[in-house]
């Protein structure tokens, strides 16, 4: 795999609680992006980053924030967890538009 | 609006024969094309990918796949299935966003199941 780690790699937390996600790359990529996997859904991207400071919504962008203060690290934040949200996360970076998205292992999140 | 279709969930195949998985889109501009494998528990490790030139573009573990600009399709294949072919199997497509960045658009994923 790419240098690309994620952690928690699982975690289980309640409903209404604060959940952040950490993406982490060694590659020095420009894109940095957050995909969640749901079955019959396939990937369905929720924000991305093209910058340090620079982000954007994706599809299903509706109760999750993200940063990145660091080219090397973006964050998601569940800002209140709901069941809905139970999901496998993954990260993908990519140098540009130009080149394929290298992805994390994913991050199995379970909301009670 | 831009998307790209996996018009079948599953795909069964006897080992030693050929396989294709489809895949369709619809984006505007020149399309930028990806094909990805997961297997269980593991992220989406690249295949290939069309940018321009030859339709038909080869990638990893002797997989292939053919650009049809007119039927705006790009299936996979590849010539002899193995049962370590086993897996799924997403199909993505690189769009311009509004603010002039790129995004990659998944379709829903096929499950190949190769049979002994």
């Known amino acids: 795999d790419a240098g690309i780690t994620q952690s928690p790699r699982h975690k289980v937390t309640e409903t209404g609680t604060p959940v952040t996600l950490r993406c982490h790359q060694t590659e020095n990529h420009r894109y940095m992006y957050w995909y969640r996997q749901d079955p019959g859904h396939g990937l369905r991207l929720i924000h991305y980053s093209y910058g340090v400071k620079d982000t954007d919504k994706g599809e299903v962008s509706d109760g999750y924030s993200v940063s990145r203060s660091k080219t090397e690290d973006f964050l998601l934040t569940l800002e209140s967890a709901t069941s809905s949200q139970t999901s496998v996360y993954f990260c993908a970076i990519s140098e540009s538009g130009e080149f394929e998205a290298f992805f994390g292992q994913g991050t199995r999140l379970t909301v009670v | 609006a831009q998307s790209v279709a996996q018009p079948e969930d599953q795909v069964n195949v006897a080992e030693g024969n050929p396989l294709t998985v489809k895949c369709t889109y619809s984006?505007?501009?020149?399309?930028?094309l990806f094909w990805y494998v997961q297997y269980p528990n593991r992220g989406l490790q690249f295949l290939l990918k069309?940018?321009?030139?030859?339709?038909l573009v080869k990638g990893s573990y002797g997989f292939e796949a053919e650009f049809n600009k007119s039927q705006t399709s790009f299936h996979l294949k590849k010539p002899s299935a193995l049962v370590s072919d086993s897996a799924l199997y997403f199909c993505a497509v690189r769009v311009l966003s509004t603010s002039g960045t790129y995004k990659y658009i998944f379709g829903t994923g096929t499950r190949l199941k190769v049979l002994a």
């Open positions: 069309y940018i321009t030139g030859d339709n």
């Open positions: 984006v505007s501009g020149n399309p930028y």
